[in-house]
Nanobody, 129 residues
Framework: RVDLVESGGGSVQAGGSLRLSCASS????????LAWFRQAPGKDREGVAA?????????YYADSVKDRFTITPDNAKNTAYLQMDSLSPEDTAIYYC?????????????????????WGQGTQVTVSS
C-alpha cells in the first residue's frame, strides 16, 4: 500500500492562485508517477497533471491547465507540489492525488499510461467569479 498525504486547496477568487501538495511513500520507487485528477459536481474525474518521479523527472499537463499549472518536485521531502495560477471558476472541483506506474490505462488528457494503486483523500478547490 502506498501512503499518500495531500494538503492545500481552499477558496480563491478568479485569477488567484493555490498550491496543492502530495507526499508519497513510493516517491523514489523506479517508474513511479504522481498525478492529480479533479472531479467537479456532475462531471467525470479528469486528469490534470502528472509527474514521473523516479529515477528522473518529467511532467505532463492537460491542455486545459497547461501554462497555468506547474508541478514542482521536492525529492528530499518525497513530495510534489501543484502550483495553480490564473484560476477560473471552471477549475472548481475536488482534486485528488494518485500514485501509480506507467502502464495499464491510457489517460488521453495527460497522454500517459497509468496503473493507479493509491488515491489521496481529495481536497476541495473553489474559485469564485
Amino acid at each position: 500500500r502506498v501512503d499518500l498525504v495531500e494538503s492545500g486547496g481552499g477558496s480563491v477568487q478568479a485569477g488567484g492562485s493555490l498550491r496543492l501538495s502530495c507526499a508519497s511513500s513510493d516517491y523514489h520507487v523506479a517508474g513511479n508517477y504522481l498525478a492529480w485528477f479533479r472531479q467537479a459536481p456532475g462531471k467525470d474525474r479528469e486528469g490534470v497533471a502528472a509527474i514521473y518521479t523516479a529515477p528522473n523527472t518529467r511532467t505532463y499537463y492537460a491542455d486545459s491547465v497547461k501554462d497555468r499549472f506547474t508541478i514542482t518536485p521536492d525529492n528530499a521531502k518525497n513530495t510534489a507540489y501543484l502550483q495553480m495560477d490564473s484560476l477560473s471558476p471552471e477549475d472548481t472541483a475536488i482534486y485528488y492525488c494518485a500514485s501509480g506506474r506507467g502502464y495499464g490505462k491510457w489517460y488521453p488528457a495527460l497522454k500517459i499510461y497509468l496503473n493507479i494503486t493509491s488515491w489521496g483523500q481529495g481536497t476541495q478547490v473553489t474559485v469564485s467569479s
